[in-house]
């Protein structure tokens, strides 16, 4: 785990980066929001972040973000950016104040019966293949439709927007493409249905750029914040 000051310099290079992408594009930065991607880091992780004032940081596994929010007493915002499997929804709705994943009816339904139970309304994004990755969670963009019609329709649950990863390619443009295609899904399906869906969660360390060229409201970062993880971690399901 790298040191404290260390985070600090990479976090201005992260907005130097923020801040030449929304120059680019003709945005403003604070249009931008950053979500410290804290995973297979330990809890001083989530410390750094908010020490230097971010609001939210992302955690892609029930368990380990379950058991660092009991560690850490701050005030942050926790979000799940990892798969969800629907016998880990109760502890994720106990854990997360979002959850970015949400990309099934069945996991819809689960999670809107847990945020019930819990009196509470929480707050989701869907989470869409729109880089057609067969290696990547997410409803088909055709699919975007029958979701969000099912996802209005459910009392405990706010759709906040859409969520995408972006498939690792080594072709700039598959990453454009596929943020491009979020972007104008989330105009079709907000001017259909009428709600604003404002957050548009895509871009990582890699695509960051091209994420905000295409509009993107939440870049999760980790990789650039923090240095590298233990790989073999990486993308383990819930
Ligand atoms: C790990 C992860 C990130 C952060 O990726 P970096 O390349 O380390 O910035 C962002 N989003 C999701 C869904 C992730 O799983």
Known sequence: MIDFSEFEKNLSFVRDRISRACVASGRKPSEVGLLAVTKN???DA???????GLTSVGENRVQEASDKRAAYHGA???EL????QSNKAALAVATFDRIQTVDSLKLLRRLDRFAGEGGK???ILLQCNSGEDPNKYGFAMG???AVLEAALGLEHLQVEGLMTIAPLADDPDVARVAFERLRDLRDQLSERFGVSLSELSMGMTDDLEAAIAAGSTQIRVGTALYGSRALFFDGEVN
């Open 41 to 43: 880091h330990p809890v």
């Open 46 to 52: 989530v410390d750094y972040a908010s020490r230097c």
């Open 76 to 78: 942050l915002r926790w």
């Open 81 to 84: 950016i990892g798969h969800l």
């Open 121 to 123: 309304a929480l707050p």
């Open 143 to 145: 699919e975007g439709e």
